[in-house]
């Protein structure tokens, strides 16, 4: 079946087969009819925005923002993707930094290769290990990262071999950057970083639900009582926070390290060890 929109009825017809691949990573929820659902229910939303599901995973969202919107013209994207080895090299230049080393992501570089965390490495002396998700990845990854530090070793290291290559994904990148241009980021708790977003092009701008809306200045201010830039420097460990467990919680983040499960914060959270009541 031929996507079609019907502008009257205000359905989308589609195969579910040739689209839910693509809308896996956007649309979590059951297959097949139902994602055609909620593919008719967005599309009736005025304002047609989709947003990107996670900040990083940039790869997936091309292709769906190809395919998607040749069905949904009146959608737009509102992108808050980045760029991670500007904000690494923040962190490393900081007078205050106390990271000695990285776990680098292996979905990111799967995609982006992990040549460009080279240079890094070599400068700050700072071991980068590219790393896996599965619990024996991480160790594995922890592992090679202290192994370096005990020899004097500053290298990048790829334990995520089964799926990453150090020139990563030639055509995504490509489609990449066809679609996205490098941008300044602000990033919560550091600030803004030069060259560490990523924006849509000229040729997608219509696209851009930052610019459709006009919504590009609109920012929120954080609460003084986050100290979650000295968190991610290593200066203080999350339960040194005031507002640790407190004011701050999973439910109730107040800044990015407690908003993502991966975030140091929400993991100290999650694995404290709470104080025996014996
Ligand atoms: S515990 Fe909450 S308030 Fe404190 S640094 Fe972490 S995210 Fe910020």
Redesign the pocket.
């Known amino acids: 079946m031929k996507c079609e929109w019907n502008e009257k009825t205000g359905e989308l017809a589609f195969s579910s087969e040739r689209l839910e691949g693509i809308l896996e990573p956007i649309i979590s929820g059951d297959r097949g009819d139902s994602v055609s659902h909620l593919l008719r229910n967005f599309a009736h939303k005025s304002t047609g925005t989709l947003v990107s599901p996670d900040e990083v995973s940039y790869g997936p969202c091309r292709a769906g923002l190809l395919s998607l919107f040749k069905v949904l013209a009146r959608g737009s994207y509102l992108t808050e993707l980045r760029v991670v080895p500007p904000a690494m090299e923040t962190i490393l230049s900081s007078p205050t930094n106390r990271v000695q080393g990285f776990l680098a992501a292996g979905h990111v570089c799967t995609v982006m290769g992990y040549a460009e965390y080279e240079p890094l490495a070599r400068r700050y002396g700072a071991p980068i290990v590219v790393t896996g998700f599965e619990p024996l990845d991480i160790l594995h990854g922890v592992l090679m990262c202290v192994q370096q530090l005990e020899d004097g070793r500053a290298e990048v290291e790829n334990q995520y071999a089964r799926s990453v290559r150090r020139e990563g994904n030639a055509p995504a990148r490509g489609m990449i950057s066809d679609v996205f241009e490098v941008i300044p980021r602000k990033w919560r ?1 550091v600030g803004e970083i030069a060259d560490s977003g990523l924006a849509l092009t000229e040729a997608y701008r219509a696209l851009d639900a930052e610019s459709r809306f006009g919504v590009a200045d609109v920012s929120v201010d954080e ?1 003084e ?4 830039g ?2 991610l420097q290593g200066v ?1 460990k ?1 339960d040194g ?5 407190d ?2 919680t999973p439910e109730s ?7 993502s499960s991966e ?3 929400a993991a100290y ?1 999650r694995y404290r060890r709470l104080a025996s009541t014996a």
């Not at 926070?241 to 467990?245: N, S, V």
């Open positions: 708790g609460p009582e986050c100290v979650s000295l968190v203080l999350p926070c005031a507002a640790f467990g004011t701050c983040p107040l800044g990015a390290t407690m908003v975030g140091a914060c959270y």
